[in-house]
Nanobody, 128 residues
Framework: QVQLVESGGGLVQAGGSLRLSCAASGRTFSRYAMGWFRQVPGKERKFAAAVSWNGDNTYYSDSVKGRFTIARDNAKSTVYLQMNSLKPEDTAVYYC?????????????????????WGQGTQVTVSS
């Protein structure tokens, strides 16, 4: 089992940047593929970015591609989401998620239902 704690959210003006962190504790971090999702109140949680267990493969939703970068540091058991050129429509609660791997696949995963563990979320608010 793994516990996930997000941090780094806050209020930022449009065009600004934030870096979210998600610290994992519990089992070996490299046993998990990781993802970031976001949710606006009243709407379903949506995929934002994903990374393979070794960091070699990443994938982004169209809405964040070119502005957000996902990365991980397995030695620190942490996954990051660098968010640049933020827009008001990026306002949401951001969640990190972990998917247990049973092989050394370097795949990433984009479906929320594929993930086993979730953090509590961190609020990101982008003002116009």
């Amino acid at each position: 089992q793994v516990q996930l704690v997000e941090s780094g959210g806050g209020l930022v003006q449009a065009g600004g940047s934030l870096r979210l962190s998600c610290a994992a504790s519990g089992r070996t971090f490299s046993r998990y593929a990781m993802g970031w999702f976001r949710q606006v109140p009243g709407k379903e949680r949506k995929f934002a970015a994903a990374v393979s267990w070794n960091g070699d493969n990443t994938y982004y939703s169209d809405s964040v591609k070119g502005r957000f970068t996902i990365a991980r540091d397995n030695a620190k058991s942490t996954v990051y989401l660098q968010m640049n050129s933020l827009k008001p429509e990026d306002t949401a609660v951001y969640y990190c998620a972990a998917k247990t791997l049973y092989s050394r696949t370097t795949s990433y995963f984009t479906g929320g239902g594929e993930y086993d563990y979730w953090g509590q979320g961190t609020q990101v608010t982008v003002s116009s």
